[in-house]
């Protein structure tokens, strides 16, 4: 197959002019579920370039930002990435919200986690509405809301009818990524019986049966997976009252965040945590209820003509096939997990992530727009007619 990558994608891919955009996007506070700032520059770069720009309001969060881009009959291919970001932390040695580069680094909070991606996704999707010859299909940039706590922009794009063939997140990951581990959260809910603290015996101590319930976790299996680690985190234990009382507690609560790997459900979890419960013997009762976020694993195989067709377009830029990671749970766990999309996660270099100076490697940006434009003039390539008429789809071929 001739290479259809000619000049004018190449100017595309500007990384000066992705570090520029970068910087814009840095310069809105976009908190998770204050994000109204950064979504709304975002949606007025896409109107100052002529593309549209759909807002559509997510229940508990601000709004999502679209923009569909059609070129005749094809399959469809999200570009998606997140428009939140952590907190700020201490530790800063420049303002977190005015970009500042050196050399080849542009230091700002959620520069690489992930505004460089959105802007390589932006760039990528100017540049396939530009330039139209040589592709067919649709295009659909999304930026959505909440990634960094419930991830309620996915899930409402996807409640929302989403319709794709094929995914990148666009998270920065210089190593693509094939796959990840899914989370389960799991409130356990403790009941025992209140006594005078001066006399335990008449009480059943929910506190310490609690306790016996978390010692014992370590000694159970984890589900087990050829490229992903599955684990467990016990993230509270609480029990008694707040303020001093000699009462035997009555009740306590845990709460176990487990992570999963593909073949485990949260009710295979909830299963676990409660034979786990019926092997103490206790005294107390235990309740089991699974509590949002939940994240089912994903994983997209690496022969997939999608993964592919990524593996084409990273080669042809990188000189190398890719080496495929697999990393922690995220938006991508909706869209693939959830949702079925063929998903690659993937996005430019950058390293202090949820740290202070956070910072991306700015000639990823530019490399990061090629591989996507690569990877979509590809899947969106014009299908030959066959003697019936028949065309054979970039995702399939």
């Keep these: 197959m001739d290479d259809p990558f000619d000049a004018r994608w190449l100017a595309a ?123 067919r299909g649709t295009v659909l940039f999304a930026s959505v809301v909440d990634e960094e706590a419930y991830s309620l922009g996915a899930r409402a794009l996807i409640a929302g009818g989403l319709r794709a063939d094929a995914c990148v997140v666009a998270e920065s990951s210089w190593r693509p990524c094939l796959g990840a581990v899914g989370k389960v959260l799991t409130r356990v809910d403790v009941e025992g019986r209140a006594a005078h603290a001066s006399w335990p015996e008449g009480g059943v101590n929910a506190a310490v049966e609690a306790a016996r319930f978390v010692a014992g976790l370590d000694a159970l299996p984890l589900g087990i997976h050829p490229r992903m680690a599955a684990s467990r985190c016990v993230l509270a234990l609480r029990g008694g009252e707040d303020r001093y009382a000699m009462t035997v507690p009555e009740r306590a609560r845990v709460l176990v965040s487990r992570m999963t790997v593909p073949g485990e459900t949260g009710e295979d979890i909830v299963a676990e945590l409660g034979a786990h419960a019926a092997s103490l013997n206790s005294p107390a009762r235990f309740a089991f209820a699974l509590e949002p976020p939940f994240y089912p694993p994903w994983e997209t195989a690496p022969d997939h003509p999608f993964a592919a067709a990524f593996a084409r377009a990273y080669a042809a830029e990188t000189g190398a096939a890719p080496s495929w990671a697999y990393t922690g749970f995220g938006d991508a766990n909706l869209f693939a997990g959830d949702h079925g999309l063929p998903t690659v996660h993937f996005g430019p270099h950058g390293a202090n992530f949820h740290q202070a100076d956070e910072w991306v490697d700015v000639p990823t940006i530019g490399a990061t727009i090629r591989i996507l434009l690569r990877l979509a003039l590809d899947i969106l390539a014009p299908e030959p007619e066959s003697a019936s008429g028949d065309g054979v789809s970039g995702l399939t071929r």
């Design 13 to 135: 891919a500007d990384p000066d002019e992705g570090a520029a955009l970068t910087a814009r996007l840095v310069a809105h506070r976009g908190y998770s579920g204050e994000e109204s700032a950064v979504q709304a520059a975002i949606a007025s770069w896409l109107v100052e370039h002529g593309l549209p720009a759909e807002l559509r309001p997510v229940d508990g969060a601000s709004a999502n930002v679209l923009a569909r881009i059609e070129n005749g009959p094809g399959p469809t291919l999200l570009l998606t990435g997140h428009a939140d970001t952590v907190p700020a932390v201490e530790g800063w040695t420049s303002d977190p919200w005015r970009a500042r580069r050196e050399g080849d680094r542009l230091y700002g909070l959620g520069a690489c986690d992930m505004k460089a991606g959105l802007a390589a996704a932006l760039l990528a999707t100017r540049a396939l509405a530009r330039h139209r010859a040589g592709w």
